[in-house]
């Protein structure tokens, strides 16, 4: 599957895109300026994605590389 499918699937399932996500992220503080904060790690982000969106672990790693920036969207 391409990282994009990830994202499309993201967004059938739970109607947010990848800027709702980015969005969701600086008000629960896990980023500051578009930037994932270094105190944040994977395991909170999967954690936060996992109990508000019951996303499975891949999906929610998906949402981490797009935070830290290792993935955009539109990538295969």
């Known amino acids: 599957m391409s ?3 990830y994202l499309d699937n993201i967004q059938a399932k739970t109607g947010k ?3 709702d ?3 969701l992220a600086e008000e629960k503080g896990f980023t ?3 930037q994932l904060k270094a105190t944040t790690k994977a395991g909170d982000i999967v954690s936060w994605l996992k109990a508000d969106f019951d996303l499975g672990h891949g999906h929610a790693m998906a ?3 797009l935070l830290k920036g290792i993935k955009k969207e539109g990538d295969k």
């Open 32 to 34: 500051q300026g578009g």
């Open 17 to 19: 895109t990848p800027n």
């Open 3 to 5: 990282y994009q499918a």
């Open 63 to 65: 949402i981490y590389a």
């Open 21 to 23: 996500f980015k969005q």
